[in-house]
């Protein structure tokens, strides 16, 4: 722990780097494991999901004016990868993803409340709010920062019970994270994969705003007044906590949207 807290900036790069490293493989494994379609009625319509097989005929481009940044619809579909499994949050570029019901979207919310990924932000969250002393307020020792783990856990997996479950079949989002990949400019890639915490888009593929992760996000840090200290319960710790969630969330997406990158950066993968 010494050595983490003496370079907080050790701590973000090995906590991106681990991200990919886990990231990676869980997607792939999502990937060979899934179901093949019979037909192309079979996979998500997603028009602004940069990965998305588009099944029938190409929507409009006003189901994605919202984003601004995505084409309308894409057609180039990596026939090498079977489908994305529909409780997978990441799909690749170019590969389809299969249609979520309401127990997939419960599933996902459920396997990402525990990933070795999450639980890395978690020991992150955690060791960051003990070097600075920020809220929750422990204190500095040792049972202190075993309590801000735990809060931490407990803030991001509701975050992602609330986000990725309940509020994502309230409002009919589709919740998965669509890497743009290499095709793009790494600008255009950093802008998509921050800005998914405000732009999400339906089961359908129309871009909306991202009502079930703001909304989800809210209710977490909401029910962090249950828990933290006294004095980090009030309304203006609420919200600085909601801001600080939603930000995180931004930075969860790049690594997701770059974690190939940071594979092949380290030589551990190669270009496809």
Known sequence: MTVFVSHPSRCLLLLILLSSLIAHPRRAYSAEIAPKPHDAKETSSLPDSPGAVVAATAYSDSSSSFD????????????????????????????????????????????????????????????????????????????????????????SSSKKVFGDGFLAIAFHQDPRYYQMGHSHKIL???????????????????????????????????????????????????????????????????VSEFSDDALEWVHLKKRE
């Open 68 to 155: 601004g940044i995505i084409p309308a619809a894409q057609t180039n579909a990596n026939s090498n990868l079977p489908p994305a499994r529909a409780s997978a949050k990441l799909v690749a570029p170019g590969q389809s993803a299969l249609p979520q019901t309401a127990g997939d979207k419960l599933l996902l919310s459920a396997r990402e409340s525990i990933t070795p990924g999450s639980m890395l932000g978690w020991a992150f969250a955690a060791e960051w709010s003990q070097l600075l002393n920020t809220p929750p307020h422990y204190g500095v020792n040792g049972k202190a920062y075993a309590q801000r783990l735990g809060a931490a856990a407990a803030l």
């Open 188 to 254: 255009d890639r950093a802008i998509y994969a921050a800005t998914r915490t405000v732009v999400g888009r339906t089961d359908s593929g129309k871009a909306i705003p991202n009502y079930a992760l703001i909304l989800g996000s809210g209710s977490a840090s909401a029910l962090t007044q249950a828990y933290y200290p006294e004095r980090n319960v009030h309304v203006r710790q609420f919200a600085t906590t909601w801001g600080t969630t939603l930000a995180g969330s931004s930075i969860g997406y790049l």
